[in-house]
């Protein structure tokens, strides 16, 4: 009996022992899983079911086309109001600028921050835009059942998994541009690339834009930045379309102070142009545009500028260079998710960027989560482990000693990508993250500190 009693207490101890030791191993895996995950082939059903091969994500607000004429008049009015009111807020505040200018860094124009103008809120637009944003279904309804439905019901639930220090704002507040302005000033980052639908067009979620961007560009200027644009994936976009954007984006903010040119290897001032989902177009149809002898060619115009594509798919590099593009951006903060945003490709895409005249743009961003609008895409996030998430995006950038890095982004809230000030927020349904123990700056001062380190090795890579 005691032999037994004794044996048994072994056995006991022994599985408390072994499964201890499992849990062990298990929270290291998913903690070195969160910093550097492994390779996800792009097949997965995640990945495939966010593409818009599959599922296009943006539309013309065709539904809404009718009231946006009839109220055609009332916006013009209150772009007019608006801008009115940043011309005065910016003339009270020049001093502050200037004192603001000795005591932060010079910007760099080789760190392109990417910027959303969608969110609104009662107070300027009437009612909550993008906040509010629904619960999207996954896309096998087996899988949608298990999780919730519905809409976010800002201001204490919205759509996102942070909490921004200035609350559910509106990016029509001059207020709230100027605010972000000063911290991407304080970032040091050089340049804006903004979001942008035509005139009249808009997300799915949102409402058309097109007549913030003279409000950006006034407050860009006033802190020294320069803006871009980012042309998202409206219905129908082809080489006529694209066309006449380009040409109405030059001819309406082409000669303002902060509109953004780059510097080519030639001496050639020319205007970029970031084209998301640029693979859901056939390269023949963009090489109708981007090549001298093609049939809508912008080339060797009053309109030629750089174009760069979104690299998903490895494949996505062939067809990039057929299309004519001049290079390549890989916008996702996930390592892993696709070939282009897994940091472990970036050495052999800049080498192929090389050998083809290509401009290689990594993209870095300081973490990722979406479950706030996508609650069963667990799979994707990305922990940002108190910053060293972000530090190792820099440090792969660096590594390929690229001409431009990207960063996903400054208030990307829906993807949790941001890096505009975010604070702890807790209520009755919600406690949202945020960024302890640092403080609400913490990603605008590691921007700025990988800013610095970018400028003293590109001085070293030049010499």
């Known amino acids: 009996i005691l032999n037994y009693d004794i044996m048994a207490r072994f056995r006991r101890r022994t599985c408390i022992i072994l499964l201890l030791f499992i849990l062990f191993i298990c929270s290291i895996m998913m903690a070195l899983k969160t910093l550097r995950p492994d390779r996800a082939g792009f097949g997965d059903p995640f990945g495939l079911g966010l593409l818009p091969e599959l599922q296009q994500r943006t539309v013309l607000l065709d539904s809404k086309q009718n009231s946006l004429n009839r109220a055609q008049g009332d916006t013009v009015t209150r772009a ?10 910016m003339k009270a505040s020049m001093s502050s600028v200037r004192k603001l200018e000795e005591e932060l860094s010079s910007p760099n124009y080789n760190f392109h921050i990417f910027y959303y ?48 220090e200035l609350g559910s704002y509106s990016s029509k507040d001059p207020t709230v541009i100027e605010a ?22 808009a ?48 001819d309406k903010y082409g000669s303002h102070s902060a509109f953004y ?10 205007p970029m142009f970031y084209v998301y989902d640029s693979y ?24 030629d500028a750089l174009f760069i594509a979104l690299l998903v798919e490895e494949r996505h590099k062939h067809d990039i260079h057929r299309s004519g593009f001049d290079g390549m951006y890989t916008y996702f903060a996930t390592n892993g998710f696709s070939y282009g945003s897994s940091h472990h490709n970036w050495a052999s895409l800049k080498a192929f960027c090389d050998s083809n005249n290509l401009m290689f743009i990594p993209s ?42 990207s960063i996903t982004s400054f208030n990307e809230w829906h993807e949790g990508t941001q890096i505009e000030k975010a604070v702890p927020k807790r209520t009755g349904q919600v406690v949202y993250l945020d960024y ?9 001062e590691l921007t700025q500190k990988w800013s610095e380190k970018y400028r003293k090795e590109q001085e070293q890579w030049l010499m």
């Open 117 to 164: 103008t969608w969110y609104g809120n009662p107070q300027f637009d009437g009612k909550y835009i993008h906040w509010n944003h629904p619960l999207l279904p996954h896309w096998d309804p087996k899988i949608a059942n298990n999780y919730p439905k519905g809409r976010h019901n800002p201001p204490e639930d919205i759509g996102a998994n942070f909490y921004p």
């Open 203 to 250: 997300d799915e979620n949102g409402e058309p834009t097109d007549d913030l961007v003279p409000i950006v560009l006034d407050y860009a200027h006033k802190y020294n930045l320069k803006v871009t644009f980012h042309i998202e994936p409206y219905k129908d976009r082809d080489d006529r379309s694209m066309y006449h954007n380009v040409k109405y984006i030059i």
């Open 364 to 405: 870095v961003g300081p973490g990722y989560i979406d479950t706030s609008i996508r609650p069963w895409n667990n799979h994707n996030t990305r922990n940002r482990v108190n910053g060293k998430y972000y530090e190792t995006a820099f440090s792969a950038a660096l590594l390929v000693r690229p001409e431009i890095i």
């Open 80 to 89: 007019s109001n608006l801008h009115s009111i940043a011309v005065n807020t």
């Open 261 to 270: 040119r780059h510097k080519t290897s030639t001496g050639r001032l020319l």
């Open 180 to 201: 972000h302005m000063k911290q991407m000033r304080s970032a040091s980052t050089g340049v804006i690339v903004l979001s942008w639908y035509p005139p009249g067009m």
């Open 280 to 303: 859901v177009t056939i390269p023949e149809i963009w090489a109708n545009l981007l090549t001298v002898s093609g049939s809508q060619s912008i080339r060797n115009t009053p309109y």
């Open 436 to 444: 302890k123990p640092h403080k609400p700056n913490v990603y605008l």
